[in-house]
Protein backbone atom coordinates (compact mmCIF):
# COMPACT_ATOMS: atom_id res chain seq x y z
CA UNK A 1 0.00 0.00 0.00
CA UNK A 2 2.64 2.31 0.83
CA UNK A 3 4.15 1.29 -2.49
CA UNK A 4 1.13 1.96 -4.32
CA UNK A 5 1.45 5.51 -2.57
CA UNK A 6 4.85 6.60 -3.68
CA UNK A 7 4.53 5.11 -7.51
CA UNK A 8 1.20 6.90 -8.08
CA UNK A 9 2.33 10.10 -9.38
CA UNK A 10 4.96 9.00 -11.62
CA UNK A 11 2.14 6.69 -12.78
CA UNK A 12 0.19 9.67 -13.25
CA UNK A 13 2.42 12.39 -14.28
CA UNK A 14 3.90 9.71 -17.12
CA UNK A 15 1.65 10.14 -20.15
CA UNK A 16 2.03 14.04 -20.31
CA UNK A 17 5.71 13.64 -19.47
CA UNK A 18 5.51 11.41 -22.39
CA UNK A 19 4.04 13.36 -24.72
CA UNK A 20 6.83 16.38 -23.88
CA UNK A 21 9.77 13.92 -24.27
CA UNK A 22 8.49 12.59 -27.35
CA UNK A 23 7.14 16.10 -29.31
CA UNK A 24 9.38 18.26 -27.43
CA UNK A 25 12.44 16.87 -26.41
CA UNK A 26 13.53 14.50 -28.97
CA UNK A 27 12.42 16.70 -32.16
CA UNK A 28 14.95 19.60 -30.85
CA UNK A 29 17.52 16.95 -30.24
CA UNK A 30 16.72 16.01 -33.91
CA UNK A 31 16.98 19.90 -35.16
CA UNK A 32 20.20 20.09 -33.09
CA UNK A 33 21.88 16.77 -35.16
CA UNK A 34 20.32 17.49 -38.70
CA UNK A 35 22.17 21.59 -38.59
CA UNK A 36 25.31 19.70 -38.40
CA UNK A 37 24.49 17.44 -41.56
CA UNK A 38 25.55 18.23 -45.16
CA UNK A 39 22.97 19.03 -48.08
CA UNK A 40 23.85 18.46 -51.20
CA UNK A 41 21.47 20.17 -53.94
CA UNK A 42 18.56 17.71 -53.14
CA UNK A 43 18.67 16.05 -50.12
CA UNK A 44 20.38 15.45 -46.47
CA UNK A 45 22.82 13.22 -45.62
CA UNK A 46 24.60 12.45 -42.38
CA UNK A 47 27.70 14.66 -41.32
CA UNK A 48 29.26 16.26 -39.04
CA UNK A 49 30.41 20.05 -40.12
CA UNK A 50 29.71 23.28 -39.46
CA UNK A 51 29.38 24.26 -43.01
CA UNK A 52 25.60 25.50 -41.81
CA UNK A 53 26.66 27.81 -39.26
CA UNK A 54 30.03 29.34 -41.01
CA UNK A 55 26.97 29.66 -44.17
CA UNK A 56 25.12 31.64 -41.65
CA UNK A 57 27.70 33.92 -39.67
CA UNK A 58 29.31 34.76 -43.05
CA UNK A 59 25.99 35.94 -44.92
CA UNK A 60 25.26 39.69 -44.88
CA UNK A 61 21.56 38.61 -46.15
CA UNK A 62 21.32 36.46 -42.69
CA UNK A 63 22.84 38.41 -40.17
CA UNK A 64 20.59 41.51 -41.52
CA UNK A 65 17.25 39.01 -41.24
CA UNK A 66 18.78 37.92 -37.31
CA UNK A 67 18.93 41.82 -36.65
CA UNK A 68 15.34 42.61 -38.44
CA UNK A 69 14.01 39.97 -36.03
CA UNK A 70 15.58 41.28 -32.79
CA UNK A 71 14.30 44.68 -33.99
CA UNK A 72 10.56 43.52 -34.27
CA UNK A 73 11.10 41.81 -30.86
CA UNK A 74 12.27 45.24 -29.06
CA UNK A 75 9.71 47.36 -30.75
CA UNK A 76 6.72 44.93 -30.11
CA UNK A 77 8.17 43.68 -26.80
CA UNK A 78 8.18 47.93 -25.46
CA UNK A 79 4.73 48.52 -27.62
CA UNK A 80 2.90 45.90 -25.63
CA UNK A 81 4.17 46.75 -22.44
CA UNK A 82 2.93 50.19 -22.42
CA UNK A 83 -0.01 49.60 -23.33
CA UNK A 84 -0.37 46.63 -21.25
CA UNK A 85 0.64 48.01 -17.71
CA UNK A 86 -2.14 50.89 -17.80
CA UNK A 87 -4.59 48.49 -18.92
CA UNK A 88 -3.82 46.07 -16.25
CA UNK A 89 -3.54 48.91 -13.55
CA UNK A 90 -7.20 49.95 -15.04
CA UNK A 91 -8.46 46.71 -14.39
CA UNK A 92 -6.87 45.60 -10.70
CA UNK A 93 -7.02 49.15 -8.89
CA UNK A 94 -9.42 51.34 -10.92
CA UNK A 95 -12.39 49.23 -11.29
CA UNK A 96 -13.78 48.20 -8.06
CA UNK A 97 -15.91 45.75 -8.43
CA UNK A 98 -14.75 42.08 -8.99
CA UNK A 99 -17.86 41.12 -11.33
CA UNK A 100 -16.79 44.28 -13.32
CA UNK A 101 -12.79 42.77 -13.66
CA UNK A 102 -13.58 39.55 -14.73
CA UNK A 103 -16.14 41.22 -17.62
CA UNK A 104 -13.69 43.57 -18.91
CA UNK A 105 -11.13 41.18 -18.71
CA UNK A 106 -13.07 38.82 -20.81
CA UNK A 107 -13.72 41.13 -23.10
CA UNK A 108 -9.95 41.83 -23.80
CA UNK A 109 -9.19 38.08 -24.04
CA UNK A 110 -12.01 36.67 -26.14
CA UNK A 111 -10.34 38.18 -29.54
CA UNK A 112 -7.48 36.21 -28.56
CA UNK A 113 -9.48 33.23 -28.39
CA UNK A 114 -9.52 33.50 -32.42
CA UNK A 115 -7.49 32.80 -35.48
CA UNK A 116 -4.55 34.94 -35.27
CA UNK A 117 -4.46 34.55 -39.54
CA UNK A 118 -8.06 36.05 -39.39
CA UNK A 119 -7.26 39.03 -37.30
CA UNK A 120 -4.01 39.60 -39.50
CA UNK A 121 -6.31 39.67 -42.53
CA UNK A 122 -9.17 42.14 -40.80
CA UNK A 123 -6.11 44.63 -40.50
CA UNK A 124 -6.26 44.60 -44.83
CA UNK A 125 -9.23 47.03 -45.06
CA UNK A 126 -7.85 48.86 -42.57
CA UNK A 127 -4.65 49.94 -44.07
CA UNK A 128 -4.78 48.96 -47.61
CA UNK A 129 -4.34 52.12 -50.19
CA UNK A 130 -7.79 52.68 -50.41
CA UNK A 131 -8.51 51.76 -46.81
CA UNK A 132 -10.36 53.29 -43.77
CA UNK A 133 -6.92 54.99 -42.35
CA UNK A 134 -5.96 56.43 -46.11
CA UNK A 135 -9.69 57.52 -46.11
CA UNK A 136 -9.47 59.29 -42.66
CA UNK A 137 -6.28 61.02 -43.04
CA UNK A 138 -7.62 62.18 -46.53
CA UNK A 139 -10.58 64.00 -45.56
CA UNK A 140 -8.88 65.31 -42.38
CA UNK A 141 -6.73 66.79 -45.20
CA UNK A 142 -3.85 65.87 -43.63
CA UNK A 143 -2.68 64.34 -47.20
CA UNK A 144 -3.95 64.58 -50.00
CA UNK A 145 -2.82 61.37 -51.68
CA UNK A 146 -3.42 57.94 -49.73
CA UNK A 147 0.30 57.12 -47.95
CA UNK A 148 1.53 53.42 -49.06
CA UNK A 149 3.34 52.56 -46.58
CA UNK A 150 0.56 51.08 -44.35
CA UNK A 151 -0.10 48.06 -45.83
CA UNK A 152 2.86 45.90 -46.39
CA UNK A 153 5.54 47.81 -44.49
CA UNK A 154 7.04 47.08 -41.34
CA UNK A 155 4.85 49.45 -39.69
CA UNK A 156 1.80 46.88 -40.46
CA UNK A 157 3.85 43.92 -39.25
CA UNK A 158 4.03 45.55 -35.80
CA UNK A 159 0.78 47.26 -35.39
CA UNK A 160 -0.37 43.72 -36.37
CA UNK A 161 2.04 41.53 -34.22
CA UNK A 162 0.60 43.95 -31.17
CA UNK A 163 -2.96 43.74 -31.94
CA UNK A 164 -2.05 39.57 -31.82
CA UNK A 165 0.27 39.36 -28.83
CA UNK A 166 -0.54 42.31 -26.37
CA UNK A 167 -3.01 40.10 -24.45
CA UNK A 168 -0.01 37.59 -23.56
CA UNK A 169 1.40 40.78 -21.75
CA UNK A 170 -2.02 41.91 -20.34
CA UNK A 171 -2.81 38.86 -18.60
CA UNK A 172 0.31 37.97 -16.30
CA UNK A 173 0.45 41.71 -15.51
CA UNK A 174 -3.11 42.11 -14.35
CA UNK A 175 -2.45 38.55 -12.56
CA UNK A 176 0.63 39.59 -10.43
CA UNK A 177 -1.33 43.20 -9.95
CA UNK A 178 -4.37 41.54 -8.31
CA UNK A 179 -2.07 39.67 -5.79
CA UNK A 180 -0.66 43.00 -4.27
CA UNK A 181 -1.93 43.74 -0.87
CA UNK A 182 -4.25 46.79 -0.98
CA UNK A 183 -3.32 47.91 2.30
CA UNK A 184 0.06 48.91 1.42
CA UNK A 185 -1.40 51.05 -1.30
CA UNK A 186 -3.14 52.50 1.47
CA UNK A 187 -0.91 52.67 4.11
CA UNK A 188 1.54 54.54 1.59
CA UNK A 189 -1.32 56.73 1.16
CA UNK A 190 -1.84 57.59 4.62
CA UNK A 191 1.98 58.09 4.79
CA UNK A 192 1.46 60.99 2.32
CA UNK A 193 2.83 59.18 -0.74
CA UNK A 194 2.39 60.63 -4.30
CA UNK A 195 0.97 58.61 -7.06
CA UNK A 196 3.77 58.11 -8.28
CA UNK A 197 6.01 57.07 -5.57
CA UNK A 198 2.86 54.48 -4.75
CA UNK A 199 3.50 53.25 -8.71
CA UNK A 200 7.19 53.58 -8.30
CA UNK A 201 8.00 52.02 -4.66
CA UNK A 202 5.08 49.33 -4.59
CA UNK A 203 3.20 48.54 -8.00
CA UNK A 204 5.93 48.62 -10.50
CA UNK A 205 8.19 46.55 -8.27
CA UNK A 206 5.43 44.28 -7.25
CA UNK A 207 4.18 43.50 -10.46
CA UNK A 208 7.82 42.73 -11.61
CA UNK A 209 7.03 39.22 -12.22
CA UNK A 210 4.24 39.57 -14.02
CA UNK A 211 6.20 42.29 -16.04
CA UNK A 212 8.76 39.07 -16.76
CA UNK A 213 6.14 36.69 -17.31
CA UNK A 214 4.48 38.34 -20.22
CA UNK A 215 8.08 39.48 -21.51
CA UNK A 216 9.36 36.54 -22.15
CA UNK A 217 6.19 35.13 -24.00
CA UNK A 218 5.82 37.98 -26.52
CA UNK A 219 10.10 37.03 -26.86
CA UNK A 220 9.23 33.68 -27.86
CA UNK A 221 6.13 34.59 -30.12
CA UNK A 222 8.00 37.33 -31.84
CA UNK A 223 11.24 35.28 -32.49
CA UNK A 224 9.53 32.42 -34.29
CA UNK A 225 6.77 35.43 -36.70
CA UNK A 226 6.31 33.85 -39.51
CA UNK A 227 2.80 34.65 -40.98
CA UNK A 228 2.27 38.33 -40.01
CA UNK A 229 5.96 39.12 -41.40
CA UNK A 230 5.08 37.30 -44.76
CA UNK A 231 1.29 38.47 -44.86
CA UNK A 232 1.65 42.21 -43.22
CA UNK A 233 5.32 42.91 -44.85
CA UNK A 234 3.87 41.57 -48.44
CA UNK A 235 7.22 39.46 -48.74
CA UNK A 236 9.09 42.47 -48.52
CA UNK A 237 10.55 42.39 -45.04
CA UNK A 238 11.99 38.89 -43.37
CA UNK A 239 12.78 37.22 -40.03
CA UNK A 240 14.51 33.90 -38.66
CA UNK A 241 11.03 32.23 -38.68
CA UNK A 242 10.43 33.38 -42.74
CA UNK A 243 13.75 32.50 -43.35
CA UNK A 244 13.30 28.93 -42.08
CA UNK A 245 9.87 28.37 -43.51
CA UNK A 246 11.21 29.50 -46.80
CA UNK A 247 14.34 26.95 -46.49
CA UNK A 248 12.24 24.35 -45.95
CA UNK A 249 10.25 25.10 -48.73
CA UNK A 250 13.43 24.57 -50.95
CA UNK A 251 14.45 21.59 -48.92
CA UNK A 252 17.42 22.69 -47.25
CA UNK A 253 16.43 21.34 -43.72
CA UNK A 254 20.08 21.65 -42.46
CA UNK A 255 20.28 25.19 -42.96
CA UNK A 256 17.02 25.37 -41.91
CA UNK A 257 18.06 23.25 -38.72
CA UNK A 258 21.14 25.63 -37.93
CA UNK A 259 18.83 28.86 -37.57
CA UNK A 260 16.43 27.07 -35.51
CA UNK A 261 19.54 26.16 -33.63
CA UNK A 262 20.78 29.97 -33.43
CA UNK A 263 16.94 30.96 -32.69
CA UNK A 264 16.40 28.78 -29.99
CA UNK A 265 20.27 29.93 -28.46
CA UNK A 266 18.77 33.69 -28.78
CA UNK A 267 15.73 33.29 -27.12
CA UNK A 268 17.06 30.93 -24.20
CA UNK A 269 19.72 33.70 -23.86
CA UNK A 270 17.14 36.65 -23.65
CA UNK A 271 14.50 34.28 -21.06
CA UNK A 272 17.01 33.69 -18.86
CA UNK A 273 18.34 37.22 -18.77
CA UNK A 274 15.05 38.38 -17.94
CA UNK A 275 14.59 35.70 -15.33
CA UNK A 276 17.97 36.89 -13.72
CA UNK A 277 16.81 40.27 -13.70
CA UNK A 278 13.48 39.33 -11.90
CA UNK A 279 12.33 36.70 -9.79
CA UNK A 280 9.09 35.13 -11.50
CA UNK A 281 9.00 32.15 -8.62
CA UNK A 282 6.23 33.98 -7.04
CA UNK A 283 4.18 34.04 -9.99
CA UNK A 284 4.63 30.24 -10.12
CA UNK B 1 -16.01 53.59 -1.79
CA UNK B 2 -18.11 56.89 -2.25
CA UNK B 3 -14.46 58.57 -2.88
CA UNK B 4 -14.44 61.05 -5.84
CA UNK B 5 -12.88 59.57 -8.96
CA UNK B 6 -10.04 60.87 -9.77
CA UNK B 7 -8.43 62.12 -13.22
CA UNK B 8 -6.60 59.56 -13.46
CA UNK B 9 -9.62 56.94 -13.86
CA UNK B 10 -11.13 58.75 -16.56
CA UNK B 11 -8.01 58.63 -18.61
CA UNK B 12 -7.18 54.88 -17.82
CA UNK B 13 -11.10 54.71 -18.65
CA UNK B 14 -11.10 55.86 -22.22
CA UNK B 15 -7.44 54.33 -22.75
CA UNK B 16 -8.85 51.06 -22.36
CA UNK B 17 -11.71 52.15 -24.31
CA UNK B 18 -9.90 52.72 -27.18
CA UNK B 19 -7.90 49.57 -26.58
CA UNK B 20 -11.08 47.49 -26.88
CA UNK B 21 -12.05 49.15 -29.73
CA UNK B 22 -8.34 48.52 -31.88
CA UNK B 23 -8.95 45.13 -30.39
CA UNK B 24 -12.54 44.61 -32.27
CA UNK B 25 -12.31 47.00 -34.88
CA UNK B 26 -10.60 45.38 -37.24
CA UNK B 27 -13.44 42.50 -37.03
CA UNK B 28 -16.21 44.38 -37.59
CA UNK B 29 -14.84 45.28 -40.31
CA UNK B 30 -14.52 42.51 -42.35
CA UNK B 31 -17.84 41.40 -40.83
CA UNK B 32 -19.48 44.65 -43.04
CA UNK B 33 -17.35 44.19 -46.05
CA UNK B 34 -18.34 40.25 -46.30
CA UNK B 35 -22.19 41.11 -46.37
CA UNK B 36 -21.43 43.17 -49.71
CA UNK B 37 -23.47 42.80 -52.79
CA UNK B 38 -21.61 40.38 -55.54
CA UNK B 39 -19.64 43.38 -56.67
CA UNK B 40 -17.72 43.77 -53.37
CA UNK B 41 -13.94 44.03 -53.28
CA UNK B 42 -11.30 43.87 -50.31
CA UNK B 43 -12.10 47.63 -49.20
CA UNK B 44 -14.48 50.11 -48.42
CA UNK B 45 -16.86 51.82 -49.15
CA UNK B 46 -19.58 48.76 -49.24
CA UNK B 47 -20.53 48.34 -52.60
CA UNK B 48 -24.37 46.52 -51.90
CA UNK B 49 -25.83 44.28 -49.74
CA UNK B 50 -26.28 40.43 -49.35
CA UNK B 51 -25.11 37.57 -48.16
CA UNK B 52 -23.76 36.22 -51.62
CA UNK B 53 -20.05 36.16 -50.12
CA UNK B 54 -21.35 33.92 -47.05
CA UNK B 55 -22.82 31.85 -49.26
CA UNK B 56 -19.43 31.60 -51.87
CA UNK B 57 -17.61 29.97 -48.41
CA UNK B 58 -19.39 27.03 -49.42
CA UNK B 59 -19.05 27.03 -53.13
CA UNK B 60 -15.78 24.35 -53.22
CA UNK B 61 -13.66 25.42 -56.02
CA UNK B 62 -14.11 28.88 -55.58
CA UNK B 63 -12.52 29.79 -52.48
CA UNK B 64 -10.28 26.66 -51.68
CA UNK B 65 -11.55 23.56 -49.94
CA UNK B 66 -13.35 25.32 -46.68
CA UNK B 67 -15.97 22.77 -45.94
CA UNK B 68 -13.63 19.61 -45.53
CA UNK B 69 -10.72 21.97 -44.03
CA UNK B 70 -13.30 22.95 -41.13
CA UNK B 71 -14.13 18.90 -40.61
CA UNK B 72 -10.58 18.19 -40.19
CA UNK B 73 -9.69 21.19 -37.75
CA UNK B 74 -13.11 20.31 -35.66
CA UNK B 75 -12.31 16.65 -35.69
CA UNK B 76 -8.40 17.55 -34.36
CA UNK B 77 -9.74 20.47 -32.28
CA UNK B 78 -12.14 17.35 -30.43
CA UNK B 79 -9.03 15.19 -30.26
CA UNK B 80 -6.81 17.80 -28.50
CA UNK B 81 -9.43 18.45 -26.18
CA UNK B 82 -10.15 15.23 -24.92
CA UNK B 83 -6.03 14.29 -24.78
CA UNK B 84 -5.68 17.40 -22.99
CA UNK B 85 -8.59 17.12 -20.49
CA UNK B 86 -7.09 13.77 -19.49
CA UNK B 87 -3.56 14.24 -19.54
CA UNK B 88 -3.61 17.06 -17.27
CA UNK B 89 -5.99 16.18 -14.73
CA UNK B 90 -3.72 13.40 -14.58
CA UNK B 91 -0.39 15.87 -13.97
CA UNK B 92 -2.50 17.84 -12.02
CA UNK B 93 -3.23 15.19 -9.32
CA UNK B 94 0.08 13.66 -9.30
CA UNK B 95 1.44 17.46 -8.73
CA UNK B 96 -0.31 17.36 -5.23
CA UNK B 97 2.44 15.21 -3.70
CA UNK B 98 5.56 16.20 -3.57
CA UNK B 99 7.82 13.76 -5.68
CA UNK B 100 10.94 13.20 -6.51
CA UNK B 101 11.61 15.11 -9.98
CA UNK B 102 8.41 17.10 -10.13
CA UNK B 103 10.52 20.10 -10.01
CA UNK B 104 12.12 18.62 -13.74
CA UNK B 105 9.10 17.33 -15.11
CA UNK B 106 7.46 21.16 -14.07
CA UNK B 107 10.14 22.97 -15.51
CA UNK B 108 9.95 20.31 -18.66
CA UNK B 109 6.30 21.04 -19.21
CA UNK B 110 6.44 25.12 -19.25
CA UNK B 111 9.46 25.13 -21.46
CA UNK B 112 7.37 23.83 -24.35
CA UNK B 113 5.35 27.50 -24.13
CA UNK B 114 9.44 28.95 -24.41
CA UNK B 115 10.41 27.31 -27.41
CA UNK B 116 9.42 29.05 -30.17
CA UNK B 117 6.59 27.60 -32.13
CA UNK B 118 8.33 27.00 -35.33
CA UNK B 119 10.38 24.81 -33.88
CA UNK B 120 8.59 22.63 -32.81
CA UNK B 121 6.73 22.63 -35.67
CA UNK B 122 10.38 21.72 -37.45
CA UNK B 123 11.70 19.71 -34.89
CA UNK B 124 8.63 17.06 -35.13
CA UNK B 125 8.85 17.56 -38.86
CA UNK B 126 11.90 16.27 -39.48
CA UNK B 127 11.50 13.36 -36.89
CA UNK B 128 8.76 12.44 -38.59
CA UNK B 129 10.73 12.26 -42.00
CA UNK B 130 13.70 10.64 -40.16
CA UNK B 131 11.69 8.00 -39.41
CA UNK B 132 9.80 7.93 -42.68
CA UNK B 133 6.35 8.57 -40.88
CA UNK B 134 3.96 10.57 -43.06
CA UNK B 135 3.07 13.83 -41.80
CA UNK B 136 -1.12 14.07 -41.32
CA UNK B 137 -3.15 16.10 -39.26
CA UNK B 138 -4.06 13.34 -37.01
CA UNK B 139 -0.11 12.36 -36.50
CA UNK B 140 2.13 15.45 -36.97
CA UNK B 141 -0.15 18.05 -36.23
CA UNK B 142 -1.28 16.25 -33.55
CA UNK B 143 1.50 15.86 -31.28
CA UNK B 144 2.30 19.79 -32.31
CA UNK B 145 -0.86 21.06 -30.58
CA UNK B 146 -0.50 19.00 -27.26
CA UNK B 147 2.87 20.72 -26.62
CA UNK B 148 1.17 24.09 -26.76
CA UNK B 149 -2.17 22.92 -25.10
CA UNK B 150 -0.92 21.08 -22.47
CA UNK B 151 1.37 23.23 -20.73
CA UNK B 152 -1.62 26.19 -20.29
CA UNK B 153 -4.01 23.25 -19.47
CA UNK B 154 -1.42 21.78 -16.48
CA UNK B 155 -0.63 25.48 -15.16
CA UNK B 156 -4.40 25.59 -14.87
CA UNK B 157 -5.29 22.36 -13.13
CA UNK B 158 -2.17 22.89 -10.84
CA UNK B 159 -3.55 26.07 -9.96
CA UNK B 160 -7.28 24.01 -9.31
CA UNK B 161 -6.03 21.84 -7.01
CA UNK B 162 -3.96 24.21 -5.11
CA UNK B 163 -7.89 25.70 -4.16
CA UNK B 164 -9.18 22.28 -4.09
CA UNK B 165 -9.76 20.88 -0.17
CA UNK B 166 -9.05 17.63 0.35
CA UNK B 167 -11.43 17.23 3.05
CA UNK B 168 -14.09 15.87 0.92
CA UNK B 169 -12.07 13.28 -0.09
CA UNK B 170 -10.76 12.07 3.11
CA UNK B 171 -14.89 11.98 3.89
CA UNK B 172 -15.25 9.66 1.00
CA UNK B 173 -12.59 7.20 1.64
CA UNK B 174 -13.72 7.32 5.63
CA UNK B 175 -17.01 6.02 4.09
CA UNK B 176 -15.56 3.31 2.84
CA UNK B 177 -14.70 4.26 -0.95
CA UNK B 178 -12.03 3.73 -3.42
CA UNK B 179 -9.99 5.40 -4.90
CA UNK B 180 -11.46 5.17 -8.08
CA UNK B 181 -14.93 5.60 -6.43
CA UNK B 182 -13.80 8.93 -4.90
CA UNK B 183 -12.20 10.14 -8.03
CA UNK B 184 -15.71 9.83 -10.51
CA UNK B 185 -18.24 10.53 -7.67
CA UNK B 186 -16.34 13.28 -5.76
CA UNK B 187 -13.20 15.33 -6.95
CA UNK B 188 -14.53 14.93 -10.98
CA UNK B 189 -17.96 16.49 -10.02
CA UNK B 190 -16.15 18.97 -8.00
CA UNK B 191 -13.52 20.30 -10.06
CA UNK B 192 -16.11 19.84 -13.74
CA UNK B 193 -16.39 23.67 -14.32
CA UNK B 194 -12.44 24.19 -14.26
CA UNK B 195 -12.57 21.43 -16.85
CA UNK B 196 -15.03 22.84 -18.78
CA UNK B 197 -12.65 25.52 -18.95
CA UNK B 198 -9.54 23.49 -19.38
CA UNK B 199 -11.95 21.74 -22.55
CA UNK B 200 -12.59 24.75 -24.03
CA UNK B 201 -9.08 26.52 -24.03
CA UNK B 202 -7.57 23.37 -25.76
CA UNK B 203 -9.94 23.35 -28.17
CA UNK B 204 -9.54 26.76 -28.83
CA UNK B 205 -5.76 26.90 -28.97
CA UNK B 206 -5.90 23.87 -31.64
CA UNK B 207 -8.82 24.92 -33.72
CA UNK B 208 -6.88 27.98 -34.55
CA UNK B 209 -3.28 26.69 -34.48
CA UNK B 210 -1.37 28.20 -37.48
CA UNK B 211 2.56 28.10 -36.61
CA UNK B 212 2.89 24.53 -34.74
CA UNK B 213 0.66 23.22 -37.74
CA UNK B 214 2.91 24.58 -40.60
CA UNK B 215 5.13 23.06 -41.68
CA UNK B 216 3.51 19.25 -40.50
CA UNK B 217 -0.17 19.10 -41.26
CA UNK B 218 0.67 16.87 -44.32
CA UNK B 219 -0.99 16.60 -47.27
CA UNK B 220 -4.54 18.30 -46.11
CA UNK B 221 -4.58 21.74 -44.45
CA UNK B 222 -6.27 22.70 -41.20
CA UNK B 223 -8.91 25.65 -41.32
CA UNK B 224 -6.17 27.96 -40.30
CA UNK B 225 -3.45 27.22 -43.06
CA UNK B 226 -6.58 26.55 -45.72
CA UNK B 227 -7.65 30.13 -44.72
CA UNK B 228 -3.56 31.38 -44.80
CA UNK B 229 -3.12 29.86 -48.37
CA UNK B 230 -6.09 31.73 -49.79
CA UNK B 231 -4.48 34.86 -48.58
CA UNK B 232 -2.08 34.63 -51.62
CA UNK B 233 -4.50 34.06 -54.09
CA UNK B 234 -8.33 34.70 -52.92
CA UNK B 235 -8.63 38.80 -53.62
CA UNK B 236 -12.36 38.83 -52.82
CA UNK B 237 -14.48 39.31 -49.67
CA UNK B 238 -15.19 35.63 -49.59
CA UNK B 239 -12.02 35.70 -47.63
CA UNK B 240 -13.82 38.34 -45.42
CA UNK B 241 -16.40 35.65 -45.18
CA UNK B 242 -14.91 32.87 -44.44
CA UNK B 243 -13.17 35.12 -41.68
CA UNK B 244 -16.44 36.22 -39.96
CA UNK B 245 -17.96 32.57 -40.53
CA UNK B 246 -15.01 30.74 -38.45
CA UNK B 247 -14.58 34.12 -36.06
CA UNK B 248 -18.65 33.77 -35.41
CA UNK B 249 -17.91 29.59 -34.61
CA UNK B 250 -15.11 30.51 -32.32
CA UNK B 251 -17.29 33.10 -29.91
CA UNK B 252 -20.27 30.81 -30.10
CA UNK B 253 -18.01 28.18 -28.70
CA UNK B 254 -16.69 30.58 -25.91
CA UNK B 255 -20.64 31.28 -25.50
CA UNK B 256 -21.92 28.04 -24.84
CA UNK B 257 -18.67 27.22 -22.30
CA UNK B 258 -19.33 29.98 -20.08
CA UNK B 259 -23.10 29.02 -20.20
CA UNK B 260 -22.16 25.68 -19.65
CA UNK B 261 -19.72 26.68 -16.92
CA UNK B 262 -22.30 28.71 -15.01
CA UNK B 263 -24.82 25.96 -15.05
CA UNK B 264 -21.92 23.57 -13.44
CA UNK B 265 -20.96 25.91 -10.54
CA UNK B 266 -24.32 26.98 -9.97
CA UNK B 267 -25.95 22.85 -10.06
CA UNK B 268 -22.82 22.82 -7.06
CA UNK B 269 -23.73 25.60 -4.75
CA UNK B 270 -27.86 24.61 -4.85
Known sequence: MKKWKNIQPYLLVAPQTLVFLLFLVIPIAAILMVSFWEFTGYSMTPAFTWDNYAAIF???????????????????????????YPIAYFLAFHVTSLRWQIVLFLICTIPFLTSNIIRMISWIPFLGREGVLNQTLMALGVTNQPIEMFLFSDFAVVLVMVHLYSLFM???????????DRALVAAAEDAGASGWQIQKEIILPLAAPGIA???????????????????????QSSSVGYLIRTQIGSLQYP????????????????????LRAVDIRKEL | MSKKRPLSFYLLAAFFGLFVLFLYGPFSAIFLLSLQGSEGQLTFPMRGFSFYWLGE???????????????????LGLLVMAITVALSVLAGMAFRSKFWGSNLIFYLTISSL????ILVSLGIGIVFSLLGIEN?????????????????????????????????????????????????????????????????????????????????SGENNTLPLEIFGMTTNVTTPALYALGTLTTAFSFLLIG???AAFQLLSRRQEG
Open chain 2, 136 to 216: QWYSSALAGHLTWTLPFAFLIMVGVFNRFNPSYEEASRDLGANDAQTFWQILLPLIAPSLIGVGLFGFTLSYDEFTRTSLI
Open chain 2, 256 to 258: VAI
Open chain 2, 114 to 117: IVPS
Open chain 2, 57 to 75: VFQQQRVGDFVSAFQRSFL
Open chain 1, 170 to 180: IAPIFNSMMRI
Open chain 1, 213 to 235: IGSIFIVTLVMGEFATVRLMSGG
Open chain 1, 58 to 84: SSPVYLATYINTFKFVAIVWLITLAIA
Open chain 1, 255 to 274: MAAANAVILLLVTLLLVFGI
